[in-house]
């Protein structure tokens, strides 16, 4: 992965080709969108029923009751582990909510430990057993998105928690009895690893489709703009993808929680963006005239700014495609 920084223009220019066949031939192999893991996340678990059905919570466990809707079809469920010690459930769980909002999926439902329920909604929703599938019940998350397709709705739930040696992650979607695909990438852990170290293939695939992403692995110190010394996938990506492309420009754009005023924070969220521009033209040789940087403060929040976890996910910087000529 060190190769990865310091590659030549040529190198890039074959790894960018390079990934953008295997973006190509991950999601003709499943028919459909995938949701892309990490390169440290391994399958552990795949069960494929042609034609089942699924109790599909959204809501909290209240009074001896969950709200539920049923759904018939196509179902599949898979467990991930995901290595790493010190992510939060939170962290797990932002990459993949943010490529269910770009795959036109709604998330109906979204809840954390106590607040779903606890003890009861945890085992009153359906769990893969251990090994494969570990839930702390003091300590997971559930999230519950559709979306609907010519042959009507399709649902997926994403059930993480983590110990404290690993990450881990079910899915469950159920669609079309009469649809052949999967909601996931059906490829082992090296499969998904080798095509990881090409870079992050759901970054270049939201810029392809939908304009915008995340770059939802950067971090600053608290209350700076100043951008950690980590090596950052989704910028070697995007860097990649713009030294690919020379004709595309891109918006940085800075976003801050709701703690200050709007001016402190607007100012704060410029500059975290400048200093994303600034890595990516000194480190990896994007053109400084493909990049602008921009910043939004509070007013484009994607969470409420009422709680620590929905705070965090407010400060991001999001890259959005300004400019392509064809």
Known sequence: MNGFISASTNMRSFRSGLLAGLAVSVATAVGAETLNFPSNATLQF?????????????????????????????????????????????????????????????????CQTEACGGFDFRFETVALPPPEMQINI?????????????????YIT???????????????HVG?????????????????????????????????????????????ETGSSRLSDSRFLSLEV?????????DRNVALVGHTDASGSLDANIALSKRRAGAVLERLVTEYGVRRAQLAAEGMG?????????????????????????????
């Open 176 to 220: 079309s009895a009469s649809e052949d695909t999967l909601p996931v990438s059906a490829a082992s852990g090296p499969a998904l690893r080798a095509a990881e170290e090409q870079g992050d293939i759901s970054l270049r695939a939201q810029l392809d489709d939908v304009g915008r992403s995340v770059l939802a692995d950067l971090s600053f």
């Open 138 to 154: 003091g300590d997971f998350r559930f999230l519950s998105a559709r979306r609907f397709g010519d042959d009507g709705p399709e």
């Open 238 to 246: 995007l860097a990649d993808y713009l030294n690919e492309f020379p």
């Open 158 to 172: 994403l059930f993480l928690s983590r110990t404290a040696q690993a990450g881990y992650v079910q899915v469950i």
């Open 46 to 110: 795949e069960e494929v029923n042609a034609l089942d059905s699924y109790a599909v919570p959204i809501g909290i466990w209240s009074d001896g009751v969950m709200p539920i809707e049923n759904a018939e079809g196509k179902l599949t469920k898979q467990a991930w582990r995901i290595d790493a010690q010190a992510l939060t459930t939170l962290q797990l769980l932002r990459p993949l909510r943010e490529q269910l909002r770009n795959d036109r999926y709604r998330i109906i439902f979204e």
């Open 298 to 326: 509070y007013l484009s929040p994607l969470a409420t700014n009422q709680t620590e976890d929905g705070r965090e996910e407010n400060r991001r910087v999001e890259v959005i495609i300004t400019s392509m000529v064809e």
